[in-house]
C-alpha cells in the first residue's frame, strides 16, 4: 500500500491561486498514476485532473482545463496540482488518490484508485 499526504491546501480569494502536493511514502513501490479529486459537501466526489507517471499522460476535468495544471517530480515522489483563476465553485476537500497499474480505463474515475490521502481543504471566497 502506498500512504499519501496532501498539503497546500487553505483559503484564497477568486481569481487567487494554490499549489497542492501529493507526496508518496511507503515500501511497496512507486505509483504510476497518481490522481485528483475534490469533493464539496453534498456533492459527489469529482475526478480534476490526473498524471501518468509512467507514460507522462495528463488528464483535466472539464470544470478545470486551462486554470489547473498537474505535474510531478519523481525524485521527490511527489505530485502537485497547481490551481490558478481559483473561482468559488472550486470550494472542496482535495485529495489525491494513487494506482499501480499501467494503464486506467478512467483517470478520473476514483474508483480506479486504491489508495487515497487524507484530504485538504480549499476554500475559494468572494
Known amino acids: 500500500q502506498v500512504q499519501l499526504a496532501e498539503s497546500g491546501g487553505g483559503s484564497v480569494q477568486v481569481g487567487g491561486s494554490l499549489r497542492l502536493s501529493c507526496a508518496a511514502s511507503?515500501?511497496?513501490?512507486?505509483?504510476?498514476?497518481v490522481g485528483w479529486f475534490r469533493q464539496a459537501p453534498g456533492k459527489e466526489r469529482e475526478g480534476v485532473a490526473a498524471i501518468d507517471l509512467s507514460g507522462g499522460g495528463k488528464y483535466y476535468g472539464d470544470s478545470v482545463k486551462g486554470r489547473f495544471i498537474v505535474s510531478h517530480d519523481n525524485t521527490k515522489k511527489t505530485v502537485f496540482l497547481q490551481m490558478n483563476d481559483l473561482k468559488p465553485e472550486d470550494t472542496a476537500m482535495y485529495y489525491c488518490?494513487?494506482?499501480?497499474?499501467?494503464?486506467?480505463?478512467?483517470?478520473?474515475?476514483?474508483?480506479?484508485?486504491?489508495?487515497w490521502g487524507q484530504g485538504t481543504q480549499v476554500t475559494v471566497s468572494a
Open positions: 511507503g515500501d511497496t513501490g512507486r505509483p504510476k498514476q
Open positions: 488518490a494513487a494506482a499501480r497499474a499501467y494503464f486506467l480505463r478512467n483517470y478520473l474515475g476514483p474508483s480506479e484508485y486504491p489508495d
